[in-house]
């Protein structure tokens, strides 16, 4: 595609919601929801074109202030999607807590690698609709 609409067009693999430090309950549960469905559809999107017969697991990564948290989705059966929350850490504030610097990597290395998984599986699996030849004008 040669168009300025196809070079930015976008590809779901998971996605992200951010806040601010002192965020209410309310305002956290809420970006949870939208985590959750966002990653319904992209889900919904990669089993529609994709010819792929393992389940998959789309991540989502919410952030709030500084504590981290490492959700999944994934298609139990039909109609029926399972969220789970995979891994949480928190940003260390002190010299004391840097040990939670390294659960936040880890957490954030497994967030890359399943988005890694879902770009593959895209790639590699899915359906092409066979284009007919236009006539040449």
Request: proline share 5%; aromatic share 8%; with cysteine.
């Given at each position: 595609?040669?168009?300025?609409?196809?070079?930015?067009?976008?590809?779901?693999?998971?996605?992200?919601?951010?806040?601010?430090?002192?965020t209410?309950?309310?305002?956290?549960d809420?970006?949870?929801?939208?985590?959750?469905?966002?990653?319904?559809?992209?889900?919904?999107?990669?089993?529609a074109?994709?010819?792929?017969?393992?389940?998959?697991?789309?991540?989502?990564?919410?952030?709030?202030?500084?504590?981290?948290?490492?959700?999944?989705?994934?298609?139990a059966?039909?109609?029926?999607?399972?969220?789970?929350?995979?891994?949480?850490?928190?940003?260390?504030?002190?010299?004391?807590?840097?040990?939670?610097?390294?659960?936040?990597?880890?957490?954030?290395?497994?967030?890359?690698?399943?988005?890694?998984k879902i770009?593959?599986?895209?790639?590699?699996?899915?359906?092409?609709?066979?284009?007919?030849?236009?006539?040449?004008?």
């Open positions: 595609m040669d168009t300025k609409a196809g070079k930015h067009c976008e590809d779901d693999h998971a996605n992200c919601e951010v806040a601010k430090r002192e209410p309950v309310s305002k956290s809420t970006n949870k929801i939208k985590l959750l469905v966002e990653s319904k559809l992209i889900l919904d999107q990669l089993l074109t994709t010819k792929y017969d393992e389940p998959v697991a789309i991540p989502a990564l919410q952030l709030c202030g500084n504590s981290v948290f490492l959700y999944s989705l994934c298609l059966a039909d109609g029926l999607y399972v969220g789970a929350q995979e891994a949480q850490g928190m940003f260390p504030q002190n010299a004391f807590e840097l040990m939670n610097l390294r659960n936040v990597v880890n957490l954030l290395y497994n967030f890359w690698f399943a988005t890694k770009a593959n599986i895209k790639q590699s699996f899915t359906i092409t609709s066979v284009m007919t030849p236009q006539p040449k004008t």
